[in-house]
C-alpha cells in the first residue's frame, strides 16, 4: 500500500513540475485527496498550476480563469482547527451542529491578502456566488463546514462544505425570517475568489 501510495504522489509531482516551480510541485504532490476547495485571486501560497479549461469544467462553465491558486483537500481543511456552531437552519427550523475551521483561517492558509477592505467571492457548484466582506466574516466568525451534525458532508447534499456562520447569534440576522439569514452561506462551496 505505502508503494502504490509513493507511486501516486511521485506521478503527480511530475505532473505538477510541469505546470508549477519546483518549490510548488512539491506541496501539490503532498496533496492526497482531489481538491475541494480552490483558493484564487490574491493568494501567495499556491499549490496548483493556472486554470485549465479541460481540466477545470465546472470553472470554465461558470465563466472563472485565473493564474494561480491555492487547492485544499479533504485533510488539508480537517488539519486547521476547527469550531462549532450550532445556528438554527432554514431547511428545518432546527438547530444543527456544524464543524470546520474559520473561513478566515482557511484563507491565510492559502496565504491571502486579507485587508479589512478585502472582499470573498464564495462559489457553489451550481454557480450560486455571494460576496463578503473580509470584515464580516470576521464580524459572523463565518466557518468552511466540513461537517453537519458530527458527520462528513456529501455532495449531492449540503457539502462537503459549506461556508456558514452562526445568524442565531448575529443580532441583526437572528431578527431577520429565517429564510432570509443564509443568502451569503452557499453550500456545495468549492471556489474563492480573494478580491483586494
Not at 476547495?37 to 461558470?62: E, I, S, Y
Request: include cysteine.
Amino acid at each position: 500500500m505505502q508503494k502504490r501510495q509513493f507511486l501516486g504522489r511521485a506521478a503527480l509531482a511530475g505532473m505538477a513540475a510541469a505546470t508549477l516551480p519546483a518549490s510548488q510541485a512539491v506541496a501539490a504532490a503532498n496533496n492526497a485527496g482531489p481538491a475541494l476547495l480552490t483558493v484564487t485571486g490574491a493568494v501567495g501560497k499556491v499549490n496548483r498550476g493556472r486554470f485549465d479549461p479541460v481540466r477545470d469544467q465546472m470553472m470554465h462553465k461558470q465563466k472563472l480563469s485565473f493564474d494561480k491558486a491555492h487547492a485544499f483537500d479533504f485533510a488539508a481543511l480537517a488539519a486547521l482547527p476547527a469550531i462549532t456552531i450550532e445556528p438554527t437552519l432554514e431547511y428545518d427550523g432546527k438547530p444543527h451542529t456544524l464543524r470546520g475551521p474559520l473561513l478566515l483561517d482557511v484563507m491565510k492558509a492559502a496565504g491571502a491578502s486579507l485587508g479589512e477592505g478585502g472582499k470573498l467571492v464564495l462559489r457553489a457548484v451550481d454557480g450560486y456566488a455571494a460576496t463578503v466582506s473580509v470584515a464580516q466574516a470576521r464580524a459572523q466568525r463565518t466557518i468552511v463546514a466540513t461537517h453537519l451534525d458530527g458527520a462528513a458532508m456529501a455532495l449531492g447534499g449540503l457539502g462537503p462544505l459549506w461556508a456558514i456562520y452562526d445568524a442565531d447569534k448575529v443580532p441583526e440576522m437572528a431578527a431577520k425570517p429565517l429564510a432570509e439569514r443564509f443568502a451569503s452561506c452557499p453550500w456545495a462551496l468549492y471556489h474563492i475568489e480573494v478580491q483586494i
